[in-house]
């Protein structure tokens, strides 16, 4: 029906009401559909190509053409795009921290790409405004705060950032106006198995990676203290400013909450600002029988914590947050008169978009709070349960079939680290040969694997062990059913 009917009939064009709500119709079709595969089994979990093969199957269809394509076209688009996609939401992708395919946070996503607003004034997102606040609030309550800011910021690693860029502002206040001059040399604390956004975050913000120190971790990948103290105490004695320490709430890798509590004694001790990058394992907040892993992070200074990983909020949704009121607008304020007026006829205290240092920004709590509304707190807190739940079945099934070994016993979140060991190489001795084997098993499976289709799980080397793999459980559409499904597969691919 839309041949020879072009994007310049549809809406605002007058009398394109009509059309305009049956392109609608055709493309939500075509969404419904690609929803409904996500969550069917016999569908694969991807049509892997190659680089060069996707750009030959797609061919015209990647190109920008000079004249308009007509709506049959574009609708043929959206369906050659998605026939691409990885179904992030498939109940048998366990790829990455984030996946799943929530469906009221889904038609949250709708309703803010149909609102398209941006998030920096009241005047122009006044709802959405007052939601953030309200779920920020919250966040912050949950942790155990009674006051204090923060705001959504584009994913963990910015969020993580924003800790940064916090905390030396406190430390140097003049840094905003007078740079890094004058400054003594800051240095920066962080476990060795931490996410990278810490040294990048030393990169960008001019304290240089060299001054973002690596603390020890433990066999189960937890920060040392102890080492934590004598690295700060060693940066003093050299005449650096100790000034920012991050403990991470489940590591990308391990999984691995830092002892939050013993990491706080040492910054009071020392007068250092406390970050939690629980981006991940944050989730466990909102989970009575599974908040002790966090135990002590009401004694934090900033916290990051997205709802998109464990709490399946649909990408992106990220919050920075901070146990104190007015540093974030103080640090980032520049105050752009064109936008941030002072003489508007509301109050401006609601005009967040000063304390960010960006200055468009994306929607992205609506559909967190639609999600919340629909679960309430106690939906929220099974989700996170069962998915504590999957991680026990997974590990006793890792445990009663052969072939399998545990990079870690028990790991503390949903991440299961763990090697796949082929037939023909059970009767090994442990060493380099068999390392040197070992390390090629998971990306061969993986390889296979995405070449299949079938399930999707990660892999990596980690210190000196060899590649093995990480399960990631986060997946609201898993059951242990697919868990079962990818030790099959793994099985299966690894044998051949
Ligand atoms: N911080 C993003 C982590 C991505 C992943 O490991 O799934």
Redesign the pocket.
Known sequence: PFEGVYGRDLLPTPQGSARTMQFFLELTDILMEYVRKSNDRSSKVLDFHHPHQLKEEMGHCLELPETARDLEQILSDCKETLKYCVKTGHPRFFN???SGLDVIALAGEWLTATANTNMFTYEIAPVFTLMEDMVLQRMRQVIGWEDGDGIFAPG??ISNLYGVLVARFRANPDVKSKGLNGLPRMVMFTSEDS?FSFKSAGAVLGIGTDNVMAIKTDKRGKMIPAELEKAIVAAKIDGAVPFFVNATGGT?VYGAYDPIDEIADVCEKHNIWLHVDC??GGGVLVSSKHKHLVKGIHRADSVTWNPHKMLGVTLQCSAILLKHKDLLAHCNSMCADYLFQQDKNYDVSYDTGDKAIQCGRHNDIFKFWLMWRAKGDAGLESHINRLFDLKRYMLDRLAAREGFEMVLEEPECTNICFWYVPRCMRKMAPGPDRDYKLNLVAPRVKGLMMEAGTTMI?YQPHGNQPNFFRM?ISNNASTKSDIDFLLDEIERLGEE
């Open positions: 990455q921290i984030s963990g690693a996410h990308t981006a991940w990660g990631i």
